[in-house]
């Protein structure tokens, strides 16, 4: 019996060779007839054979370098990777009030990610700054990243101009050659479902295929208006739309990294809007993971996903399915992790926290149960004996920090009446200005600042503004 995985594939590669894929960009266009497929204007049409040759030269795995080596993260490993929410344009409030994120918001996010343990990587888009223009946005967000923190860099995407100036930084701070041997910049490419993948996208991809960095190619199918309601359908078509989009990574750059994305969900039939706070959502993404799996790529996928428009049980209840189901996938970077809410629509800092701690706890079970002879205590329990306790073993003393999780803002203990909604409000908002009062600026040498400061200015970019100083 074939398994589900199969089904799909071949479902996608008739998908792709009889309907074809419509590209939004004339050097992908050329690539793709250069390779032998079947152009018809902006359409193409997807020979299996070719395509899955071209899927084949993509790595099993790849690491992404940070400036500082302790936070490199390898994809494909086995290991897990957790990165924040990405692409809001709100930010809500304990309250519920709803406001425009601001650059002061990603610069805030920029610190608590540097300072959480949880975190290998830094940036992205955890809000659009509504006080930034459009076309300036994207190069100080990464500007910001790259000053703020030494850890892997998720990039947010964007248009031409503001791709190419991201990329002058980068060799600013790297150097051409390190760049071209090294991934040391990551992003998203989404799709433009059904079957299309438009300009900006895929001017991101190419350049970032030109020096040798990775992307994460990632439908966002939804069943019932984007794609069939069947969840069968809606994974066959958005894993068409990821696998041409790899095989065009590979068609400009044989051998560059990319990670196999998925973040296909349903329709919420009510109001035609997005659901990811979904059962159907982790359906689509547990898939996801086995068919990047089949085709020996690292997968990148949802996290604490909700269609929650606040901080509260209904997050909760949601992000934790959806981040679980991402982690139980064995997801390599799970992007979302923390912070998103409304569909995509704002982030929360209170939620934020709150899904530090989920991935905490997660990261406690991941450790699981030691079964060494000091894990065992033999001698402790026949110290103790029949009716004894334990509390007051040195063991306990030498342990207990390392063996138990211990929450920061989750309550426990003795149930007294209050207002445990705005009790877990506060631990949160403690625990918030904690890991800001934690950061440390990493180090940047003023030569490398100057280098930086020197391209910004070029391009009529403010690079002071983009620097953390309200410590």
């Known amino acids: 019996m074939k398994k589900k995985a199969d089904i799909i594939h071949t479902a996608s590669l008739e998908i792709l ?26 359409r193409v049409c997807f020979e299996s054979e070719k395509l899955m040759n071209l899927i084949s030269k993509a790595p099993s795995s790849f690491t992404l370098y940070a400036r500082n080596p302790e936070f490199n993260m390898e994809m494909g490993s086995g290991k897990i990777h957790f990165a924040p929410g990405y692409g809001a344009p709100y930010v809500v409030d304990a309250s519920g009030k709803v406001r425009d994120g601001i650059f002061d918001d990603y610069k805030c996010f920029l610190r608590i990610m540097q300072s959480s343990e949880y975190f290998n990587i830094n940036g992205g888009i955890t809000v659009q700054p509504s006080d930034l223009p459009a076309d300036k946005a994207m190069p100080m967000m990464v500007c910001a990243t790259i000053t703020a923190s030494d850890k892997c860099i998720l990039a947010p995407n ?23 041997q090294n991934p040391r910049v990551i992003t998203l490419v989404s799709t433009l479902t059904p079957l299309q993948i438009d300009e900006s996208a895929l001017n991101t991809l190419l350049t970032y295929a030109q020096y040798n960095q990775p992307v994460m190619v990632t439908p966002t199918v939804m069943a019932g208006t984007t794609g069939p309601i069947t969840l069968a359908g809606t994974m066959a078509l958005g894993n068409a739309e990821a696998l041409a ?113 989920m991935i905490g706890m997660l990261r406690r ?99 002071d503004l983009c620097l953390i100083t309200d410590q």
């Open 17 to 42: 060779e009889k309907t074809g894929l419509r590209l939004h960009h004339p050097q992908a266009l050329k690539l793709c007839a250069d390779n032998g497929f079947k152009i018809d204007g902006k």
């Open 365 to 463: 079970i991941e450790k699981g149960i030691g079964v060494s002879n000091e894990d065992l205590a033999m001698d402790v329990i026949s110290a103790a004996g029949i009716g004894g306790e334990f509390l007051t073993q040195p063991h306990t003393f030498q342990k207990c920090r390392q063996e138990l999780y211990s929450p920061r803002i989750s309550k426990r203990g003795q149930l007294i009446s209050g207002d445990h909604q705005a009790e877990l409000v506060g631990a949160a908002e403690v625990e918030k200005n904690r890991l800001l009062s934690s950061y440390m600026p990493p180090e940047l040498t003023e030569e490398k600042k100057c280098a930086l400061r020197t391209i910004m200015s070029d391009n009529g970019l403010n690079f």
């Open 245 to 357: 989009g790899i095989a065009l990574v590979q068609m400009a750059r044989p051998g560059c990294p990319v990670m196999y994305g998925c973040q296909n969900t349903c329709a919420d039939m009510q109001t035609g809007g997005i659901s990811i706070g979904s059962p159907e959502r982790t359906l689509c993404v547990a898939m996801g993971s086995e068919m990047a799996r089949m085709y020996d790529l690292p997968f990148r996928g949802g996290g604490s996903d909700t269609d929650a428009h606040g901080f509260n049980a209904q997050a909760g209840m949601e992000g934790m399915m959806t981040l679980m189901n991402s982690w139980q996938s064995g997801t390599d970077l799970i992007v979302h992790s923390a912070g998103i809410l409304s569909g995509y629509a704002a982030m929360s800092y209170e939620k934020f926290i709150l899904d530090i701690e």
């Open 158 to 180: 964007g248009d031409k101009n503001g791709t190419d100036i991201m990329f002058a930084l980068l060799e600013g701070l790297f150097g051409t050659e390190d760049l071209l």
